[in-house]
Nanobody, 127 residues
Framework: QLQLVESGGALAHPGGSLKLSCVLS????????IGWFRQAPGKEREGVSC????????RYSDSVKDRFTISRDDAKNTVYLQMNNLKPEDTADYYC????????????????????WGQGTQVTVSS
């Protein structure tokens, strides 16, 4: 059974950095596109960043572009989200999700495109 577990969420100051990790178990990461999503209180879940199975293709939302970096280490079955220059508006629960690459290429970083989800990790950015 596929499971995803996020970690790394914490309280950070504006301008600070955090690195989130998403560990996949039950299957090999190499078969999956992976996405990071976030949901702030009272808001809809939104796509933050996604990475294709090969790692060649990545997607970023406009709000995090040039601040966040997604990467993957298939040997460790882990996907990372490096978050720099954090802003209060980055405060949210962050989730990783997986979609089998056999279902098609990574075209959009949309929550509706992903089928397996982790439980989330909380990120709070505040002074």
């Amino acid at each position: 059974q596929l499971q995803l577990v996020e970690s790394g969420g914490a309280l950070a100051h504006p301008g600070g950095s955090l690195k989130l990790s998403c560990v996949l178990s039950g299957h090999s990461l190499e078969w999956y596109h992976i996405g990071w999503f976030r949901q702030a209180p009272g808001k809809e879940r939104e796509g933050v960043s996604c990475i294709s199975r090969s790692g060649v293709s990545t997607r970023y939302s406009d709000s995090v572009k040039d601040r966040f970096t997604i990467s993957r280490d298939d040997a460790k079955n882990t996907v990372y989200l490096q978050m720099n220059n954090l802003k209060p508006e980055d405060t949210a629960d962050y989730y990783c999700a997986a979609r089998l690459a056999t279902t098609g290429p990574l075209s959009r970083c949309s929550p509706n495109s992903f089928t397996s989800w982790g439980q989330g990790t909380q990120v709070t950015v505040s002074s």
